[in-house]
């Protein structure tokens, strides 16, 4: 039978999904340039914008749980397409509401439910996809690079607006808007691998761990998934606000800098982390981590004296340990998963990850006691325990492993 022309071949199928997923991310990570611009325009103090990272946390960890569950039953395409219709909504909440703090915790609270949607149902989508077209080994790389395209652009976008065009805080989240109705029109035509299921009732709390998984996913993946975005929270949310004082007047365009930066390494990382993989024996995800405890040491400097160079220097550094802790704990968890609980298993990977972003709200809160720049050393040396923790199940399950 000739293929439909409005129909992706199946090679390229996951091709029609990817869309979704960068600007799901995009909406995500948007915001954090101009946690800079609120808090210095709007004049909201360090703690507050670092709860509206922790009101987006709030937000996700329920998406996951309720996302998996509901693709499972009624398919990837609709779901994801709520997902979209939730992004929207969620950006404009927050062009409303630039001035309240409310406002913004409950646009965040919505974005973090549609980037859920884009983690959990849009990488599960293109993973299988990715199966069908021959390219199995693929499906992790292609799922990662998606989201971290998605997270870069929509902060160098999002950030450049609001430092150089008009209405800063409103222009940066129509333009998302405008992004997500092209990805939802370009999901029309999308392959669904997953039609409606009537045996999945569980539609609340797909949050769990296959007990044939459980105890590779203990051992390995728990100690270093929440690092996984720990490393970008410091890079672009602790680190421009410790030099505030130095690039005053261009606080954003810097924050927007460093996290095009960060994200421009993490992207890389992935894009060449099928050698990578290879070459680092299984130890990818321990790299990874150790980078993130070297990016917070390296963020002393800019603690003590305010130093923009540390900053800039960190950036990478954690770039590239996000990248290799992103990409070897979803093939970790994508090898552990079968195809009945591969959005349930995703979704229990990305809460535990998204848990590093209550890192910032946790340090500005811990300065009352004592500073920066000796929280930061605990930090890294936490990323030093939490990788001996973890190195004993990565030697146990190595064989035949791509991911941690």
Known sequence: MAQNRSTPSPSRAWLAVAPAVVVLAWGGNQFLPLMQLYRQV????????????????????????????????????????????????????????????????????????????GMVVGTS????????????????????????????????????????????????????IAACVAAFLGLLVATETRSFDAAVRRLVGDLRIPKPARARFVAVVLPLAPWVFAAPALAFAVGPSLVGGAVSGYAVGFATLVTVITLGFGW??????????????????LVGVLLIGLGALLLIPAALNQQVWSVLVAAPVFGIGYGLAMVSGLSA???MATPHDLAGLTAVYYS???????????????????????????????????????????????QGSRGF
């Open 42 to 117: 709007d004049g909201f103090r360090q703690v507050e914008v670092d709860i509206l990272l922790a009101t987006y946390v709030i937000g996700i960890v329920p998406g996951f749980a309720l996302s998996g569950a509901w693709s499972d039953r009624y398919g990837r395409k609709p779901v994801l397409m709520v997902g979209l219709a939730l992004g929207v909504l969620g950006s404009v909440n927050l062009a409303c509401s630039s001035t309240s703090l409310a406002g913004l915790c409950v646009g965040r609270f919505v974005s973090g439910l549609s980037v859920a949607a």
């Open 125 to 176: 989508w293109i993973k299988e996809l990715s199966v069908r077209g021959g390219a199995s080994g693929a499906g992790a790389r292609r799922a990662s690079a998606a989201l971290t395209i998605g997270f870069g652009a929509g902060a160098g976008i999002g950030g450049a607006l609001a430092q150089w065009a008009p209405w800063p805080a409103v222009l940066p989240y129509v333009v998302q």
């Open 268 to 285: 890389l990382t992935q894009f060449f982390s099928g050698p990578l993989m290879v070459a680092l024996r299984g130890r990818a995800g």
């Open 333 to 335: 968890v994508q090898e």
């Open 352 to 398: 535990l990850t998204y848990a590093g972003f209550l890192l910032p709200a946790t340090l500005a809160a811990l300065t009352a006691v004592t500073t920066m720049g000796v929280l930061l050393g605990a930090t890294a040396a936490a990323c030093g325990v939490c990788a001996l923790v973890a190195a004993p199940g990565i030697r146990r399950f190595r």
